[in-house]
């Protein structure tokens, strides 16, 4: 079997996490009896301040014959936040109607956590976020700019389809873990849109009798991240709190450099797409000290996604028994003065 993946390296430490991961890919494939072959886009920030566009106007017609899309980063210094967004990332999540963002948060064997008291596997949750509407539906706009009485208007779009099918899945995601799930609102300040999450909730819970149904407002589920992140299992949220939400849990779990994430359309009509979330750090491009292993644990989620079950647990494993080991390589997000091809090669030959 061989499979088609869209490779967009992106900006700052992107292209090197993804080329640095690119041979623990291969390697996993051809120990599993299949191929992954990659075809690479140099779309993102130096494209749009060369072309004022990240990607070309056919972008998504490019991208939808793929079987996955990995993602390294995007973000640069010199480009507002907002145009990343708007133009690359949300067009392809929306494009492609990849509707559900899957989050994990495993402290793991080996990383410390900066709440005391944990140990691997204490915690351990994994986050539903509502990926294509809710808070970051392009609806408004602003008017009279530059007079006194300036006004932006920014909307927030909740349909019935996509909160039903985001809940659903994490209802799903539920009965195969510890039968759990928390739902995340601000309904008290927000009468119509978290309202509606939560009836959304209540009625798709009674399909679901064996799963525990927990509600919290997203400021206490803030804080109880903090508290007691011992306690969640499968977290569900609206587009904007589960992007702050899971940056929490990244955090907690030791280093914003182990986290993965998956952009999945759950009808599997079009590619879903595979991202670390650290996002491009500036700060370090160049120095061949970014961690890979956000990017590894991306792909394993991207061939498990795939089909390719056992090689994502190969994935997975690789990288989860080197942060157990006290010897192995470690980049300096992780306490250690390895650089990313000693980690790289040490996975290799762990698989």
Request: aromatic share 6%.
């Amino acid at each position: 079997m061989a499979y088609e993946i869209a490779s967009i390296p992106g900006d700052g430490i992107g292209p090197e996490v993804v080329d640095a991961a690119r041979p623990v890919f291969e390697d996993v494939a051809e120990r599993h009896g299949f191929e992954l072959s990659f075809t690479r886009y140099d779309w993102g920030t130096e494209r749009h301040l060369e072309h004022g566009s990240m990607m070309p106007d056919d972008g998504l017609e490019e991208l939808e014959g793929y079987d996955a899309i990995l993602l390294g980063a995007v973000g640069h210094p010199d480009v507002p936040d907002h145009v990343t967004l708007n133009n690359l990332l949300l067009p392809i999540r929306k494009g492609f109607d990849q509707s559900i963002c899957k989050r994990p948060a495993v402290l793991l064997d080996g990383v410390e956590s900066p709440l005391e008291g944990y140990d691997g596997g204490d915690i351990d949750f994994v986050v539903y976020r509502e990926n294509t509407e809710g808070e970051y539906a392009d609806m408004g706009g602003q008017e009279h700019p530059g007079h006194d009485h300036e006004v932006a208007i920014q909307s927030a779009v909740f349909t019935r389809t996509g909160t039903e099918r985001i809940v659903r899945a994490a209802f799903d995601a539920a009965t195969e873990r510890e039968g759990h799930l928390t739902s995340i609102t601000k309904s008290n300040a927000q009468a119509h849109s978290m309202v509606f999450w939560d009836q959304i909730v209540e009625e798709v819970s009674e399909e679901y009798p064996e799963v525990t149904v927990e509600r919290l407002l997203v400021d206490a589920a803030s804080m109880d991240f903090i508290r007691r992140p011992e306690e969640f299992d499968v977290v569900v949220a609206s587009n904007l709190f589960g992007d702050i939400l899971t940056d929490i849990g990244a955090i907690i779990t030791g280093s914003m450099g182990l986290a993965p994430s998956a952009n999945i359309d759950p009808t599997r009509t079009s590619p879903s797409m595979f991202e670390p979330v650290h996002g491009s750090a500036p700060d370090i491009v160049g120095d061949g000290v970014a961690n890979p292993l956000a990017t590894v644990l991306s792909g394993a989620m991207m061939v498990d996604h795939l089909g390719e079950e056992d090689a994502g647990e190969a994935l997975w494993n690789a990288a989860t028994d080197q942060l157990a080991d006290a010897d192995a390589p470690r980049t300096p997000d992780l306490g250690g003065s390895s650089g990313t091809e000693d980690v790289v090669e040490d996975l290799r030959s762990r698989l």
